[in-house]
């Protein structure tokens, strides 16, 4: 027996399955960041003193970069499979896993300067909200990978038999990958450049 509507969308809220359970997940995932966006403001705002830490803005921008063109190869990733031409897919989700990892390695040079200089999350609040929010992010940008490079290898298999349910797949990956790439573009100017 086939489970209804995993390719079809619902006839209720014009979406199939996967996107419906993206979407609440999603949801959760804001509420999630929201409040330590929020706990930071509010830390930030009511606090006499802010202590003053210089992050490395250029390597955060590069960053901010890199992000922005891995949300761009997942569209098109998605935008190839909907053209049913599979091997530019493969191109472009191997690209945005790629430039996960580029993301990863740079965050990671930012990573080692801090602990070598002896900015620990135990240093100052500042520092504990940077690395919680920094390292929570990365631990999404590594969801993200794996569900990615599950698509672009084994799960691919799944092209042969139903091309339009892994098409929906990929949308469903797209759209995880999208909201990590818009919680970067919060995080940047908030604890970066502020």
Request: proline fraction near 5%; charged fraction near 15%; glycine fraction near 8%.
């Amino acid at each position: 027996m086939e489970i209804p509507y995993t390719i079809t969308p619902r006839p209720d809220t014009g979406l199939f399955n996967a996107k419906a359970g993206i979407w609440l997940f999603l949801a959760s995932e804001v509420m999630l960041f929201g409040a330590l966006f929020t706990s930071y403001i509010l830390l930030r705002i009511g606090a006499d003193h802010w202590p003053h830490h210089e992050l490395d803005v250029p390597l955060a921008t590069l960053n901010t970069a890199v992000l922005i063109t891995s949300s761009i190869t997942m569209v098109m990733s998605w935008a190839s499979l909907m053209e049913k031409n599979f091997k530019k897919y493969r191109v472009y989700m191997g690209l945005t896993f790629l430039l996960g990892v580029c993301f990863l390695i740079i965050k990671g040079f930012e990573y080692t300067h801090h602990f070598s200089t002896g900015e620990t999350p135990n240093k100052s609040t500042f520092l504990a909200i940077y690395f919680t929010l920094t390292g929570l992010h990365g631990l999404h940008v590594i969801g993200g990978m794996i569900v990615n490079g599950y698509f672009w290898g084994p799960g691919s298999k799944m092209w042969k038999t139903q091309p339009e349910r892994f098409t929906n797949r990929i949308e469903v990956a797209g759209l995880y990958w999208h909201f990590v790439d818009l919680v970067w573009i919060f995080l940047f100017p908030v604890l970066y450049l502020l």
